[in-house]
């Protein structure tokens, strides 16, 4: 499980971020497959990046002028959050490729979560309700409305966006001011976080995290336990890089479905499925 969902992350990012003359001109590829989103936090601004990220385009909607009920993005997120819930998270992000890689550098001792990750993990709600709605909204840069969240916040923008467009492009690098160091430090911050602490973003800031983790005790895809089989020896409660228990695994806001749990259970009573997770863990 753990090599095939490395090699799906792989090659979900590869294709993509797959348009390889932006990387070499410096310039974002702008044609007719950027009017689709992918499921995944992947920079719109990333030159290789053939399709939208699902953040941006919620923030485009809400930057239009006069309020409009975005229900296209609703629409999306509906549908993979209903499929897929935070699986997309664990096995089709981008950005959660890279913490996931951070993570395994022999340094530091290795923490699950920080302290006091009861309140610290809701504070990816408060970055979806305060930088990508109401900042999206009523923040405004000159005449336009500004993507608060992209613009203030988007480590994955900052790593797979701006930092390849400034490498590349000699003419952007002079106009790269006190904002770009602003986020190249939150990057920075987040990357060496990512060594000691598994998926920082995902668990405390990630917005797209927070709105798929509405769907997951309701997607289609869930972890199945079958408890009659299950021998009560917590061996997925120690593989779960989430430090989640064994009721909360699939069900919680908070998992992302890596199925690190699954390899781990001795007795093989978990296991993927279509079925609901209500009625799995009954």
């Known amino acids: ?73 609703l629409g999306f997120f509906f549908l993979f959050g209903s499929l897929l819930g935070r699986f997309v998270c664990g096995w089709l992000c981008p950005f959660g490729l890279v913490q996931d890689l951070l993570h395994k550098i022999p340094l530091f001792k290795k923490k699950k ?28 840069g000159g005449y336009a ?48 976080l990512s060594i000691k602490v598994y998926r920082p973003f995902c668990q405390y800031l990630c917005p797209l995290g927070a709105i798929y983790g509405w769907f997951n005790r309701f997607s289609l895809v869930q972890i199945h336990w079958q408890e009659a089989l299950c021998t009560s020896c917590h061996a997925c409660e120690a593989a779960c890089p989430l430090a989640l228990s064994l009721r909360e695994i699939s069900c919680s806001a908070e998992c992302i479905r890596c199925g690190k749990c699954v390899d781990a259970c001795p007795q093989k009573c978990l296991h993927f499925s279509a079925k609901k997770a209500d009625t799995a863990h009954e």
Do not use: D
């Open 1 to 73: 499980m753990k090599r095939l969902r490395l090699l799906v992350q792989l090659l979900f990012t590869i294709v993509t971020n797959g348009y390889a003359y932006g990387f070499l001109s410096g310039k974002i590829y702008r044609g007719s497959l950027k009017y689709a989103c992918v499921p995944g936090l992947n920079c719109y601004s990333c030159p290789g990046a053939v399709a939208s990220c699902p953040i941006g385009a919620l923030q485009a909607l809400l930057n239009r002028q006069g309020f409009q009920i975005p229900f296209a993005a």
């Open 113 to 140: 979560r920080l302290p006091h990750h009861h309140i610290l993990k809701y504070g990816k709600y408060v970055t979806l309700v305060f930088l990508v709605c109401v900042g999206s909204m009523f923040l405004f």
């Open 145 to 192: 409305k500004v993507p608060a969240f992209c613009k203030f916040l988007c480590p994955s923008g900052t790593l797979f966006g701006a930092i390849p467009l400034l490498s590349a492009n000699e003419s952007l690098r002079g106009q790269a001011g006190g904002l770009f160091l602003w986020k190249l430090g939150i990057l920075l911050g987040i990357v060496l």
